[in-house]
């Protein structure tokens, strides 16, 4: 409708003023028809919004543009839902930078804080535990931190980095605290990264229990203290992969420190693999390399020297294998490797260690080691094989065993070094209850050696036998002082069984030579008889002495 504007004057007049009335009431009806056609668009848009949604969400109507914007998918949501999480897996695939969240990197400043707001960042992400996080730590930046690498959800930390940890808690925390065997994760990594520092940690790199398939890539120096381990594995981490890791004390470190423990939580299956690892220990005082304590471990191809032992093996250790691997023993009376742990006794069974060698340094450093030797002295060993193992600078028995029962199935062949201890006595090559009269029989093409000052008594050695390469019995305990067969009476507490085709005694009870022998096939303190015919003698340091001249 339209009308016309009138200007009211100031002086009043009653028929103007109805005029005016019946303008305004005119203004109010069409003030009212505008409100419902805005009702009635209002409406109109409402069912087009429903309309639109069924479109998206159900394709149950569209339009042709509608159809092509769908394209193979069933609804435009379902295409943009799709595509939605496409854009988030490349975004996972995008490194994380410690410096977007305020790192600085330059060896003094705190990153605690910068740390703690990235690890809340990565843990909002949305969960995948097939899909980690990459973290990369700038190459040759010095972080120093207290805390804050704390992750609830796969990641890898990754950088040529020093990680200097100045805290009292964990070093990196991995994985939830709540897993259980339903809920077990996979993917967390940690490479390349340097860690130093840890005087007062707690924990290193922390597995949570069931975080399974956990790869440490990276290297440790100068690192840890005496309670805590660099790395922890807190149970079921099945499948762990440190290949490649390092470790590395300097002598001027002063405390002791220690590289892994793979903890039990009873019976679990960890399967942890370490190959091509380099782990160098040379502050003097000491530390555990390898706890192992998880069923079916695997350390090959490696070098570990310095611990104090370079290798336990706990009671839930079972079919763990040690190969390929060089020690050295420096310091201490720990052993090279021990079986068992330090609260209970137990047998530790299905062990193999097969071309090994080993410094112990006993006559040189005047240590005081065993290559293998228990924990506790109720602690039982069996099933154990030890095969192609070389041990240096010993005095001692390759291997220590209790006086306890039951430890059998054990076997040594192709060992050298100074003695073979059989204080539990052997069958066949190795093993036997105490009280069976087994055999100490040498099946290896060398000499071995029966210690019988092994902490038994005269009974428990009664009526052993000792017989050489070739199956020949050679003597028989009557007590543990004395040896007798053939009027032979050996006095001290070793008793030499011999390799193939060395010396064996004759019927009469004198000594004689058995075939002739290169010179530089003979072990050093053995009489020979050389392939010129002369009779020689090769002393403890290795020299041949013609002893027809």
Same mark, same amino acid.
């Given at each position: 409708?339209?009308?016309?504007?009138?200007?009211?004057?100031?002086?009043?007049?009653?028929?103007?003023?109805?005029?005016?009335?019946?303008?305004?009431?005119?203004?109010?009806?069409?003030?009212?028809?505008?409100?419902?056609?805005?009702?009635?668009?209002?409406?109109?848009?409402?069912?087009?919004?429903?309309?639109?949604?069924?479109?998206?969400?159900?394709?149950?109507?569209?339009?042709?543009?509608?159809?092509?914007?769908?394209?193979?998918?069933?609804?435009?949501?379902?295409?943009?839902?799709?595509?939605?999480?496409?854009?988030?897996?490349?975004?996972?695939?995008?490194?994380?930078?410690?410096?977007?969240?305020?790192?600085?990197?330059?060896?003094?400043?705190?990153?605690?804080?910068?740390?703690?707001?990235?690890?809340?960042?990565?843990?909002?992400?949305?969960?995948?535990?097939?899909?980690?996080?990459?973290?990369?730590?700038?190459?040759?930046?010095?972080?120093?931190?207290?805390?804050?690498?704390?992750?609830?959800?796969?990641?890898?930390?990754?950088?040529?980095?020093?990680?200097?940890?100045?805290?009292?808690?964990?070093?990196?925390?991995?994985? #939830?605290? /709540?897993?259980? @065997? !339903? +809920?077990?994760?996979?993917? =967390?990594?940690?490479?390349?990264?340097? %860690?130093? $520092?840890?005087?007062?940690?707690?924990?290193?790199?922390?597995?949570?229990?069931?975080?399974?398939?956990?790869?440490?890539?990276?290297?440790?120096?100068?690192?840890?203290?005496?309670?805590?381990?660099?790395?922890?594995?807190?149970?079921?981490?099945?499948?762990?992969?440190?290949?490649?890791?390092?470790?590395?004390?300097?002598?001027?470190?002063?405390?002791?420190?220690?590289?892994?423990?793979?903890?039990?939580?009873?019976?679990?299956?960890?399967?942890? #693999?370490? /190959?091509?690892? @380099? !782990? +160098?220990?040379?502050?003097? =005082?000491?530390?555990?390399?390898?706890? %192992?304590? $998880?069923?079916?471990?695997?350390?090959?191809?490696?070098?570990?020297?310095?611990?104090?032992?370079?290798?336990?093996?706990?009671?839930?250790?079972?079919?763990?294998?040690?190969?390929?691997?060089?020690?050295?023993?420096?310091?201490?009376?720990?052993?090279?490797?021990?079986?068992?742990?330090?609260?209970?006794?137990?047998?530790?069974?299905?062990?193999?260690?097969?071309?090994?060698?080993?410094?112990?340094?006993?006559?040189?450093?005047?240590?005081?080691?065993?290559?293998?030797?228990?924990?506790? +002295?109720?602690?039982?060993?069996?099933?154990?094989?030890?095969?192609?193992?070389?041990?240096?600078?010993?005095?001692?028995?390759?291997?220590?065993?209790?006086?306890?029962?039951?430890?059998?199935?054990?076997?040594?062949?192709?060992?050298?070094?100074?003695?073979?201890?059989?204080?539990?006595?052997?069958?066949?090559?190795?093993?036997?209850?105490?009280?069976?009269?087994?055999?100490?029989?040498?099946?290896?093409?060398?000499?071995?050696?029966?210690?019988?000052?092994?902490?038994?008594?005269?009974?428990?050695?009664?009526?052993?036998?000792?017989?050489?390469?070739?199956?020949?019995?050679?003597?028989?305990?009557?007590?543990?002082?004395?040896?007798?067969?053939?009027?032979?009476?050996?006095?001290?507490?070793?008793?030499?069984?011999?390799?193939?085709?060395?010396?064996?005694?004759?019927?009469?009870?004198?000594?004689?030579?058995?075939?002739?022998?290169?010179?530089?096939?003979?072990?050093?303190?053995?009489?020979?008889?050389?392939?010129?015919?002369?009779?020689?003698?090769?002393?403890?340091?290795?020299?041949?002495?013609?002893?027809?001249?």
């Amino acid at each position: 409708m339209g009308f016309v504007r009138r200007v009211i004057s100031s002086t009043l007049d009653l028929a103007n003023l109805a005029k005016h009335n019946a303008n305004f009431a005119d203004i109010e009806t069409d003030l009212t028809e505008h409100r419902g056609r805005i009702g009635a668009v209002e409406t109109e848009q409402a069912a087009q919004g429903e309309r639109i949604d069924n479109i998206v969400a159900s394709s149950g109507e569209s339009n042709l543009e509608i159809v092509d914007a769908r394209e193979d998918y069933g609804t435009l949501r379902e295409r943009l839902n799709t595509e939605f999480g496409g854009v988030n897996a490349q975004l996972a695939d995008i490194a994380i930078n410690p410096a977007s969240f305020g790192a600085v990197g330059d060896g003094v400043t705190d990153e605690t804080a910068a740390f703690t707001a990235m690890s809340a960042f990565v843990n909002s992400m949305p969960y995948d535990d097939k899909k980690m996080i990459r973290i990369e730590f700038a190459q040759g930046k010095h972080y120093k931190y207290s805390g804050g690498l704390s992750f609830t959800r796969p990641v890898e930390l990754s950088g040529l980095a020093i990680m200097d940890y100045i805290g009292t808690g964990k070093v990196v925390e991995c994985g #939830r605290s /709540d897993n259980t @065997l !339903a +809920t077990y994760e996979l993917c =967390y990594a940690v490479k390349d990264l340097l %860690f130093t $520092g840890g005087e007062f940690m707690s924990h290193g790199l922390f597995f949570h229990n069931f975080v399974t398939m956990p790869v440490v890539k990276c290297r440790f120096v100068d690192f840890g203290n005496a309670s805590a381990y660099g790395v922890w594995l807190d149970g079921n981490n099945w499948d762990t992969d440190m290949s490649g890791a390092q470790w590395k004390t300097f002598s001027t470190f002063n405390r002791a420190s220690n590289f892994v423990k793979v903890n039990p939580r009873g019976i679990n299956a960890t399967r942890f #693999r370490g /190959d091509d690892i @380099l !782990a +160098t220990h040379q502050s003097p =005082y000491g530390g555990l390399g390898f706890w %192992f304590d $998880g069923y079916n471990n695997t350390l090959a191809n490696s070098k570990i020297e310095g611990f104090t032992p370079n290798v336990r093996i706990g009671r839930f250790a079972n079919n763990s294998v040690i190969t390929n691997t060089y020690f050295e023993v420096d310091k201490g009376s720990t052993g090279c490797i021990q079986f068992g742990d330090d609260v209970s006794s137990d047998y530790v069974g299905d062990l193999t260690i097969r071309d090994v060698y080993c410094n112990v340094h006993n006559t040189d450093l005047g240590t005081a080691n065993y290559f293998l030797q228990p924990t506790r +002295t109720d602690v039982g060993l069996q099933n154990c094989l030890l095969d192609n193992v070389v041990v240096s600078n010993s005095n001692r028995e390759l291997v220590k065993l209790n006086n306890v029962g039951s430890q059998t199935g054990n076997k040594v062949t192709n060992c050298s070094g100074y003695a073979v201890n059989v204080s539990t006595l052997f069958s066949d090559t190795w093993g036997g209850d105490q009280g069976s009269s087994p055999v100490f029989k040498n099946s290896s093409n060398q000499s071995l050696y029966l210690c019988i000052e092994a902490g038994l008594d005269s009974a428990q050695y009664a009526g052993v036998n000792i017989s050489n390469f070739n199956g020949d019995s050679l003597y028989q305990f009557d007590t543990a002082a004395a040896i007798n067969r053939a009027n032979h009476f050996i006095q001290g507490k070793l008793v030499m069984s011999l390799r193939k085709d060395e010396g064996i005694e004759s019927a009469d009870g004198l000594f004689r030579i058995a075939k002739q022998t290169a010179a530089t096939d003979t072990m050093a303190g053995h009489f020979f008889e050389d392939t010129d015919g002369k009779i020689k003698y090769r002393n403890l340091a290795g020299t041949v002495y013609d002893l027809t001249t």
